[in-house]
T-cell receptor
Framework: NAGVTQTPKFRILKIGQSMTLQCTQDMNHNYMYWYRQDPGMGLKLIYYSVGAGITDKGEVPNGYNVSRSTTEDFPLRLELAAPSQTSVYFC???????????????FGDGTRLSIL | EDQVTQSPEALRLQEGESSSLNCSYTVSGLRGLFWYRQDPGKGPEFLFTLYSAGEEKEKERLKATLTKKESFLHITAPKPEDSATYLCAVQAGYSSASKIIFGSGTRLSIRP
């Protein structure tokens, strides 16, 4: 099992450019998440998905979009990149059964994004 | 407002010197508290889940405990390879995944 795989690992964008951060998992997890981590700060939830075709906003969704067409993939789209979006982005997945306890998240190794 | 606070921000210990990291929380409807370890340039790696006050989990030199207001991660006789940032996360609320709150972490450094 590869777990959660994120690409690219590093990227530099110019202000106003767009890009898609890729995330795929091979654990058949139904829940997937996107976080950003700024220096000295905790992980902030951007968007999450509870299954294919279902997405919802987290704490900091502005400037981002997501889609979930398959169980495995959960890409994050940045439109019109701004310097405030310079951060490390982490994708995570977990398995949740209705009525059962929440299971821990499995994380990818992140995408380091700089907007100049 | 739901909040998770970790202390201290940074901790430097000598090899073998035991200590504890704290995670205090104010949330409505705790559904689970998670401890993760994060190495530089890597994603968080799961350590423990605690679901109710009084629960304890152990793994090698680490032991996690939970009360109604806080959790402790006890490190006994640490080694240099235990150096990392330790993150605490709380899942709160009774609906979906929207209320997962991470603390800002404790950077632990163990000197040989």
């Amino acid at each position: 099992n590869a777990g959660v795989t994120q690409t690219p690992k590093f990227r530099i964008l110019k202000i106003g450019q767009s890009m898609t951060l890729q995330c795929t998992q091979d654990m058949n997890h139904n829940y997937m998440y996107w976080y950003r981590q700024d220096p000295g700060m905790g992980l902030k939830l951007i968007y999450y998905s509870v299954g294919a075709g279902i997405t919802d906003k987290g704490e900091v969704p502005n400037g981002y979009n997501v889609s979930r067409s398959t169980t495995e993939d959960f890409p994050l789209r940045l439109e019109l990149a701004a310097p405030s979006q310079t951060s490390v982005y982490f994708c995570a997945s977990s398995y949740k059964v209705k009525g059962a306890n929440n299971q821990p998240q499995h994380f990818g190794d992140g995408t380091r994004l700089s907007i100049l | 407002e739901d909040q998770v606070t970790q202390s201290p921000e940074a901790l430097r210990l000598q090899e073998g010197e035991s200590s504890s990291l704290n995670c205090s929380y104010t949330v409505s409807g705790l559904r689970g508290l998670f401890w993760y370890r994060q190495d530089p340039g890597k994603g968080p790696e799961f350590l423990f889940t605690l679901y109710s006050a009084g629960e304890e989990k152990e793994k090698e030199r680490l032991k996690a405990t939970l009360t109604k207001k806080e959790s402790f991660l006890h490190i006994t006789a640490p080694k240099p390879e235990d150096s990392a940032t330790y993150l605490c996360a709380v899942q709160a609320g009774y609906s979906s995944a929207s209320k997962i709150i991470f603390g800002s972490g404790t950077r632990l450094s163990i000197r040989p």
